[in-house]
Antibody, heavy 121, light 110 residues
């Protein structure tokens, strides 16, 4: 059973870069078969797709965030990562990593447990 | 790309059936059979309940069913139970943004 786990700082200062990693359970990280995805959820708000990576590093990002987002992959460590630059309070959210099939159908399963990132000075 | 529109809240009594709608456009819900639904209990991780409009993952109760008509997808919960009280989100492929989520619906069991 695949498991994902997010890690990274819980507090980031405004204008700085948010960096998170998602570790995928050993043996499950066949990166070419799935989209490895980042999703966030602001307090009391809905879900927002950030972007995904697959294969050797092909990425797609949500257009409103595209200029600030970079998703990368490290297959040797079964990890993929998120960097979000120039953060503001609006980027405060629970960040989830998840897996979805490499098709047009965006269904996400499983999800990581989520990690809260607060943007504050 | 705007979020898909869901009712803010839906309620029902135990044993009843309720339906949650998810309205988009021809660029997302209406144009593709790629709608999924998620259940999220307070403080918990979203759980996939339906994918590709009407398919249930293994382990999901058959009390949950999905359908679609034109630009609106629907999630129906039959035989409502107390444990169904949660937030529900739809998601769809979008030709402009690739993935768009719904605004979310709070289900209350009376």
């Amino acid at each position: 059973q695949v498991q994902l786990r997010e890690s990274g700082p819980g507090l980031v200062k405004p204008s700085q870069t948010l960096s998170l990693a998602c570790t995928v359970s050993s043996g499950a990280f066949n990166s070419g078969s799935f989209y490895w995805t980042w999703i966030r959820q602001s307090a009391g708000k809905g879900l927002e797709w950030i972007g995904h990576i697959y294969g050797r590093g092909t990425t797609n990002y949500n257009p409103p965030l595209k200029s600030r987002v970079t998703i990368s992959i490290d297959t040797s460590n079964n990890q993929f990562s998120l960097k979000l630059t120039s953060v503001t309070a609006a980027d405060t959210a629970v960040y989830y990593c998840a897996r979805s099939p490499v098709t047009y159908s965006p269904w996400f399963d499983p999800w990581g447990q989520g990690t809260l990132v607060t943007v504050s000075s | 790309q705007s979020a898909l529109t869901q009712p803010a809240s839906v309620s029902g009594s135990p044993g009843q059936s309720i339906t949650i709608s998810c309205t988009g456009t021809t660029s997302d819900v209406g144009g593709y059979n790629y709608v999924s639904w998620y259940q999220q209990h307070p403080g918990k991780v979203p759980k996939l309940m339906i994918y590709d409009v009407s398919n249930r993952p293994s382990g999901v109760s058959n009390r949950f069913s999905g359908s679609k008509s034109d630009n609106t997808a629907s999630l129906t919960i039959s035989g409502l139970q107390a444990e169904d009280e949660a937030d529900y989100y739809c998601s769809s492929y979008s030709s402009s943004a690739l993935v768009v989520f719904g605004t979310g619906t709070k289900v209350t069991v009376l």
